[in-house]
Structure formats: C-alpha cells, structure tokens
C-alpha cells in the first residue's frame, strides 16, 4: 500500500459533515399561527421565527415595523369566518347585522398585505379558503388540498383528507407527493362542531404541505 492510499483509506469515512446554513438572521413573520405547524420547518432550520398569534396574545395589526425588523418570509393564514364558502349561507344574514365581521377580517388580510409591502420579503403566501376573498384581493396562485402532500408527512395517514384552501403570494409552488384521501373531510367530520377546539382543529395548517413549502421556499 502507497502511502497516497493509506492516507485515502484512513481518511475515507471520515468525511466532514456539510456544514449547514446559518439561517438566523433570516426572520420568518408567521401570521395567525396558533399551532405553530407552517412555521415548524423554518424554526427547525434555525430561523428567526416570529409567531403571532391573537390566541398566544399577539395582535398582527398592532406589530410595528420596529418590532419586526426585516422579513425574509412571511407566512399568513387570518381567520376565514367572514369569507369561506362554506360559511356563505350566513353572510346575507350577517350583512344584515352590519359589515363588522368582514371589516375584522380584512383588516387581518390588510395587515398581511402592509407588511408584505413595507418589509418586502423574499416570499409571502397568505391562505385561506374557497369564498369570497378573491373579490378584495384578486385572484388566488394556487389551491391545494392537504392529501395532495400526504408523502411529506412521517405517518403519511395524518394528511390523507380533502378541505380545498386556496394560497395567494409570491412563492415557490410547493412539489406535490400525494396520497389516497382515505379520510374524505374528515375535518368536518370528526371536528365539524363550534367550539373553539374543533375549530382549531378545523384550521391547523396540515404537515405536509407545511414540509413542503419550506423545501420549495428558503
Ligand atoms: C384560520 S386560523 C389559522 C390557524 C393556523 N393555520 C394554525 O395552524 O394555527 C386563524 C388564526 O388567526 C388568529 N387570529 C385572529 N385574529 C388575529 C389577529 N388580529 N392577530 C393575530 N392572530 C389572529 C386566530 O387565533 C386563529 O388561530
């Protein structure tokens, strides 16, 4: 043996680890995050992850810029119960009463939007899902539904349901690993009640897709 291979050989399994990104001075603004779920990936990664919920005691209308500083990814998913279609039937109704729960809601969408303006992040995405939002802020980018990234999941079973959401933003489209919807909706099946916690349940972010868009988003 050369001396060349004996240092070859020494050396072989001995390769340095890829060193990883510092991404910490990279700050992702997540919005109306209560679970934590979209922006998991990102605080795993090491980023500055700033997760702002009214529930955890934060108002996302009430954030200065100075609170936040600048924003390399923004994340939002305000309160749809002013715009879903599944909630339609009731907003003749609810118009009738006053404009007060779509005035709340915009001003949530309108706060996402401000920051999105002022910080100029690298990508922003807002969510929310099939209904009326489009008539204030235009088309959306894309729609998913959460079995579509049923593959990103460790137990690919936690996502294999139907509730189609759509996304607006300037983003990377997330790569699709699909699973049976063997569940069918089992949101609104299994959680299709009123109270606060099948409602948070109903609208927590599903793992997958979170994976995947950081994959597709960095
Ligand atoms: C449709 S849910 C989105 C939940 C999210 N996908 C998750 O996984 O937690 C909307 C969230 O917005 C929060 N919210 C409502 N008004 C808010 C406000 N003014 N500022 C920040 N969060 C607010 C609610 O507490 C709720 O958790």
Redesign the pocket.
């Known amino acids: 043996m050369t001396y060349a291979d004996y240092i070859r050989a020494k050396t072989a399994n001995h390769s340095p680890e890829p060193k990883k990104p510092d991404n910490s001075k990279k700050t992702i603004l997540s ?5 934590g ?2 922006s998991d990936p990102y605080r795993e990664a090491g980023y500055n992850v700033i997760q ?4 955890h005691g ?4 009430l954030l200065t810029l100075e609170e936040v500083g600048s924003v390399y990814g923004l994340l939002s ?4 119960t002013a715009f879903s279609a599944a909630g339609a039937r009731h907003w003749k109704k609810k118009e009738e009463e006053g404009d007060e729960q779509l005035i709340e809601g915009l001003s ?1 969408v309108d706060a996402t939007l401000r920051f999105v303006y002022l910080n100029k992040p690298k990508f922003w995405v807002l969510e929310n899902p099939v209904g009326r939002l489009k008539h204030y802020i235009g088309h959306h980018k894309m729609t998913f539904q959460p079995c579509e990234f049923g593959g990103w999941c460790d137990n690919p079973a936690e996502d294999a349901y139907t509730k189609r959401t759509c996304l607006w933003g300037d983003f990377q489209e997330p790569e699709k690993k699909p699973v049976d919807p063997v569940d069918g909706s089992k949101m609104h099946r299994l959680y299709g009640g009123k109270s606060e916690r099948t409602k948070e349940m109903r ?3 599903p793992r997958g897709f979170a994976r995947a868009f950081f994959t597709a988003n960095q």
């Open positions: 919005l109306c995050d209560y679970s779920i979209w702002i919920d009214l529930k934060d108002d996302c209308r998913a305000p309160v749809c949530i609208s927590m972010t």
